[in-house]
């Protein structure tokens, strides 16, 4: 069984900064994926970076330039820093993890973490 377990959300001023980090546990041999979505109240969830194991990444066009999705590997951990934060980016903030092999082989479907709530209000 894999978890993910996300941490450092908050509370921030417009123009701040935050880092969120995830830590996937288990008998974890390797993650190809590793990435962050997003939920506003009366929206739909929207990804928001995701890195892979060679590194390659994708954003969300309204995230570019701002954050940096990044992973530590020997961690399963993955990281999104986030700079110059607008009120618009407040949401809740899951971690996702695919691809995932496991003394048990590869693990079907995609894992999430529990969700970090991120607000950035004056």
């Known amino acids: 069984q894999v978890q993910l377990v996300e941490s450092g959300g908050g509370l921030v001023q417009p123009g701040g900064s935050l880092r969120l980090s995830c830590a996937a546990s288990?008998?974890?041999?390797?993650?190809?994926?590793m990435g962050w979505y997003r939920q506003a109240p009366g929206n739909q969830r929207e990804l928001v970076a995701v890195i892979r194991s060679g590194g390659n990444t994708n954003y969300a066009d309204s995230v570019k330039g701002r954050f940096t999705v990044s992973r530590a590997n020997a961690k399963n951990t993955v990281y999104l820093q986030m700079n110059s934060l607008k009120p618009e980016d407040t949401a809740v903030y899951y971690c996702?993890?695919?691809?995932?092999?496991?003394?048990?082989?590869?693990?079907?479907?995609?894992?999430w973490g529990q969700g970090t709530q991120v607000t950035v209000s004056s």
């Open positions: 996702t993890a695919g691809g995932i092999y496991t003394a048990d082989g590869l693990e079907s479907g995609d894992y």
């Open positions: 288990g008998r974890i041999f390797s993650i190809n994926r």
